[in-house]
């Protein structure tokens, strides 16, 4: 299985600043991977697939880059709505595998 | 908007079998190249992919689960089901139904899941 890794495992921020999660894959997953917002209680939510690509209705302050076995999710512009916990899934080979997940909080 | 509902006990005891359905509604199971998922979370760890399944009957499952899960559709309900047997306390979690588009892979809607504990 490709094991998922991501850093940091939480954030503290303030409203308005710029995040940075990465997430790192054990091999080489192309750009087959993607993001999800999570907030206790509700639905995950799509973010950016493949790599880089943000899905209708996802704020424009939400970008994602990388390829092969590194890659950065980025929240510019952090706004009150966006603390929650992010985590990154590689879709490249079954089984289908997610990183642990970062936690931004309020600072 | 695609809305996807978990539904089942949220206790089972050690060694029977957990039954879970998802209902879909304003999207056909049976339409478009998707794939009907089901991802579990035990308390503390993280998102664990179970399988999914095609209207059309094709599945994948996680090797991990050593054949214990099962996923089937029902195109005349809008629904599909896990089931997964011999369960233990490590099968305790929260389980999310999800869609899966294919090519590229990505999950698009999930439920908002469901708890089930596994105990006597």
């Known amino acids: 299985d490709i094991q998922m890794t991501q850093s940091p495992s939480s954030v503290s921020a303030s409203v308005g600043d710029r995040v940075i999660i990465i997430c790192r894959a054990s091999q080489d997953v192309s750009t087959w991977l993607d993001w999800y917002q999570w907030k206790p209680g509700k639905a995950p939510k799509l973010l950016i697939y493949a790599a880089s690509s943000l899905p209708s209705g996802v704020p424009s302050r939400f970008s994602g880059s990388g390829s092969g076995t590194e890659f950065t999710l980025t929240i510019d512009s952090l706004q009150p709505e966006d603390f929650a916990t992010y985590f990154c899934q590689q879709a490249k080979s079954f089984p289908f595998t997610f990183g642990p997940g970062t936690k931004v909080d309020l600072k | 908007q695609v809305q996807l509902q978990e539904s089942g006990p949220g206790l089972v005891k050690p060694s029977q079998t957990l039954s879970l359905t998802c209902i879909v509604s304003s999207a056909s199971i049976s339409g478009g190249n998707y794939y009907w998922s089901w991802i579990r979370q035990p308390s503390g760890k993280g998102l664990e992919w179970i399988g999914d399944?095609?209207?059309?009957?094709?599945?994948h499952y996680n090797p991990s689960l050593k054949s214990r899960a099962s996923v089937s559709v029902d195109t005349s309900k809008n629904q599909f089901s896990l089931r997964l047997s011999s369960v233990t306390a490590a099968d305790t979690a929260v389980y999310f139904c999800?869609?899966?588009?294919?090519?590229?892979?990505?999950?698009?809607?999930w439920g908002q899941g469901t708890l089930v504990t596994v105990s006597s």
């Open positions: 399944i095609h209207y059309s009957g094709s599945t």
């Open positions: 999800a869609r899966a588009k294919r090519d590229p892979w990505y999950f698009d809607y």
